[in-house]
């Protein structure tokens, strides 16, 4: 029985300042979906360091954050009924 070697392929990676250069907004917006678990990452730096965190962002958990929020057009409302006038005019 013979065994194959599974390979993987590195998914890439990338950095807030990376994806808020992408998006146009600014690296605290990125970690504010980070930090609410809008947005998946992975902290990278060192456990147990005192570190400040490290995130790497998966390109497929952007595709997913994005696929979620994308803008949707508005649903059509029915059009707005007026309210009938009564036929005389109230002058005091």
């Not at 950095?15 to 808020?20: A, F, K, R, V, Y």
């Not at 992408?22 to 605290?28: E, K, L, P, T």
């Not at 060192?46 to 954050?65: L, T």
Request: charged letters at 35%; one cysteine or more; a positive charge.
């Amino acid at each position: 029985m013979s065994r194959t070697a599974r390979t993987v392929e590195p998914r890439r990676k990338i950095t807030p300042p990376m994806l808020s250069e992408r998006w146009g907004v600014d690296v605290v917006k990125i970690m504010a979906f980070i930090r609410s678990g809008e947005l998946r990452a992975i902290n990278a730096a060192s456990p147990g360091c005192n570190q400040r965190p490290r995130y790497s962002i998966d390109e497929a958990d952007i595709a997913d954050f994005e696929r979620r929020r994308e803008a949707r057009p508005a649903p059509k409302l029915p059009p707005r009924r007026r309210r009938e006038r009564s036929g005389a005019d109230d002058y005091y």
